[in-house]
């Protein structure tokens, strides 16, 4: 299973951005997707993660309201759509998967797969 996360830049607070996590070389359909973050030196945290099978979402405190999960089935692809960003936003981004749902979705070492980040940068 490989993922590809995309879609990170630069933005002003109170911006948006639209990360993208494109899924190949597996079936995905009891996979869990999830989106984490990092921040310089914090440690990796949850953000987001969608049941692949029925599109169910769980956010993170700091993400519920702000952030949202959707998927594209027939393209493999999961998005976060990120409103309302602020400094405290920054991070890098990781999209990571696990082949079924836990009710541990917010821990790291649960999941299996990552990609690569992409950094998001709010400014001030």
């Known amino acids: 299973v490989q993922l590809q996360a995309s879609g990170g830049g630069l933005v002003q607070a109170g911006g948006s951005l639209r990360l993208s996590c494109a899924a190949s070389g597996g079936t995905f359909t009891n996979y869990a997707l999830g989106w984490f973050r990092q921040a310089p030196g914090k440690e990796r945290e949850i953000v987001a993660a969608m049941r692949w099978s029925g599109g169910r979402t769980a956010y993170a405190d700091s993400a519920r309201g702000r952030f949202t999960l959707s998927r594209d089935s027939a393209k493999n692809m999961v998005f976060l759509q990120m409103n309302s960003l602020n400094p405290e936003d920054t991070a890098v981004y990781y999209c990571?998967?696990?082949?079924?749902?836990?009710?541990?979705?917010?821990?790291?070492?649960?999941?299996?797969?990552w990609g690569k980040g992409t950094l998001v940068t709010v400014s001030s």
């Open positions: 990571a998967a696990r082949s079924s749902w836990t009710t541990n979705w917010r821990s790291a070492s649960e999941y299996t797969y």
